[in-house]
């Protein structure tokens, strides 16, 4: 397995996340989700979650997020361990974006923004003044959006609705931003627009740590500097993604041959057609 071998050596609420021997069973049939996770995610680092469908994703995800405890082990979030620290408090310290997320669409784009101030679904809108206003048109700018100010939310496209999103989870200006899979269902285009901003906003705030999950290599963005890859629930890989994102590594977390290619810092991977068998 890769590793960081600093990890066991530093205390882990110095670091924006600290997983130490992670196990989760689900409380009905103790069937286990997650199994002896230890991870590590320090300020300004950029993180891809890799996995088959059922590996643990969005539990580990959920964990990072203050949604839950885990059945034994410590997680620490920005400083706090969970089960010690008052949890309403810590989400709102954390940006979450996923596919999920409930907005009213006839809400503007400017409006969906300003309710990351609040954490509501529909706008507080006492609660915003000049300068929180200003922050939302700025946050727009800043993602690309700028020109989708007044339009309503529910006419935005995939791609602009994901930017929205994300601006709207920065207005909390949080020190870990979480992103449940940003580019579903997303045109070519549009994941290529999303990519861009997303390297421009790693670019653009160095101390913000981020933690994308995604089903496709081609979806990083060359400021994702590394990578934990999980199979059933156990880790199969973690650390920088030149040591990770390897065809030895892809296989054995997918189960079948991978090969991976990286260019321009962007990466790609592909499975090698299975032949026939002949017939009889």
Not at 8 to 21: I, N, W
Not at 35 to 56: F, I, K, Q, S, Y
Not at 113 to 118: N, P, Y
Not at 209 to 218: G, K
Request: glycine share 10%; proline share 5%.
């Amino acid at each position: 397995m890769t590793s960081q071998a600093a990890e066991h050596e530093e205390d882990p609420r110095a670091a924006v996340v600290g997983l130490r021997d992670v196990v989760v069973r689900r409380q009905t049939s103790d069937h286990l989700i997650l199994g002896g996770v230890d991870w590590t995610v320090r300020p300004g680092e950029h993180w891809a979650l890799l996995g088959a469908n059922g590996a643990g994703k969005t539990t580990l995800l959920r964990l990072l997020g203050a949604l839950m405890h885990p059945t034994t082990g410590s997680v620490d979030v920005l400083g706090s361990r969970l089960g010690r620290v008052d949890v309403r408090d810590l989400r709102a310290r954390i940006g979450h974006v996923g596919t999920a997320q409930r907005v009213p669409e006839d809400l503007t784009a400017h409006a969906v923004v300003l309710t990351g101030h609040t954490g509501t679904v529909q706008p507080l809108w006492r609660m915003y003044g000049d300068e929180v206003r200003e922050r939302a048109h700025t946050l727009l700018l800043e993602l690309g959006v700028k020109e989708l100010t007044d339009r309503p939310y529910g006419v935005c496209s995939g791609g602009q609705r994901a930017r929205v999103l994300i601006a709207r989870a920065l207005m909390a200006d949080p020190a870990l931003l979480l992103l449940d899979e940003p580019f579903n269902a997303l045109d070519l285009p549009s994941r290529e627009d999303l990519v861009e901003a997303l390297f421009q906003l790693a670019e653009g705030r160095p101390r913000l740590a981020t933690v994308t999950v995604t089903h496709h290599l081609e979806e990083l963005s060359p400021a994702i500097g590394h990578a934990l890859l999980l199979q059933e629930g156990r880790v199969v890989a973690r650390g920088p993604v030149a040591e990770v994102l390897t065809d030895a590594h892809l296989t054995a977390c997918f189960g079948r041959d991978i090969t991976v290619t990286r260019r321009d810092g962007r990466w790609s991977a592909h499975s090698a057609r299975r032949t026939r068998r002949p017939t009889a």
